[in-house]
T-cell receptor
């Protein structure tokens, strides 16, 4: 596709339910990142994928959060037993890594999650 | 203490003003420095990128990095109402590393 696509764009869920957020990166981009942005806050790193493996998952806030990536493409972020503090915008970014140079990380529009 | 500190603003300036935005950081291992712009309800988009210390200019935008002081700046000349957005600094240790973001500074340019 032309850019990073995230779905759904908005999600309202009841406390205690599980949610799945999807990210379609730019075709050919090997690196994929998930971030969380709470109201008035910067972007909080969650997890980084290189291909299908996750060399850095240090930002996942609890074991209720998990993510996977299949076929080096689509990624799913799953939040189990959602809590109200999980309410935030979840942003995905992808990047084509080239040698030692820096390359731009392109962000999707985000999924706005509201837990009621 | 956060790794990257950024004044959240808001910063309100008249059209045509020079805007100065900045971030400080604590991790001396950071080598890649970026500025992102984020409009309301949109994802961030890259404005400027600098590797290590130095200045970089692109049109009305100038990015500066002072690694000795662990301080980076973004200057916007001849600011326009369309520049009204949140500006986020970001940095990483190496090109494959995660980006660490500041909290963002909200800028409003009024006509």
């Amino acid at each position: 596709g032309a850019g990073v696509s995230q779905s759904p764009s908005n999600k309202v869920t009841e406390k205690g339910k599980d949610v799945e957020l999807r990210c379609d990166p730019i075709s050919g981009h090997t690196a994929l990142y998930w971030y969380r942005q709470s109201l008035g806050q910067g972007l909080e790193f969650l997890i980084y994928f290189q291909g299908n493996s996750a060399p850095d998952k240090s930002g996942l806030p609890s074991d209720r959060f998990s993510a996977e990536r299949t076929g080096g493409s689509v990624s799913t972020l799953t939040i189990q037993r959602t809590q109200q503090e999980d309410s935030a915008v979840y942003l995905c970014a992808s990047r084509q890594l080239q040698g030692r140079g820096n390359t731009e990380a392109f962000f999707g529009q985000g999924t706005r999650l509201t837990v009621v | 203490q956060k790794e990257v500190e950024q004044d959240p603003g808001p910063l309100s300036v008249p059209e045509g003003a020079i805007v100065s935005l900045n971030c400080t950081y604590s991790n001396s291992a950071f080598q890649y420095f970026m500025w992102y712009r984020q409009y309301s309800r949109k994802g961030p988009e890259l404005l400027m990128y600098t590797y290590s210390s130095g200045n970089k200019e692109d049109g009305r935008f100038t990015a500066q990095v002072d690694k000795s002081s662990k301080y980076i700046s973004l200057f916007i000349r001849d600011s326009q109402p369309s520049d009204s957005a949140t500006y986020l600094c970001a940095m990483s240790r190496y090109n494959t590393d995660k980006l660490i973001f500041g909290t963002g500074t909200r800028l409003q340019v009024f006509p």
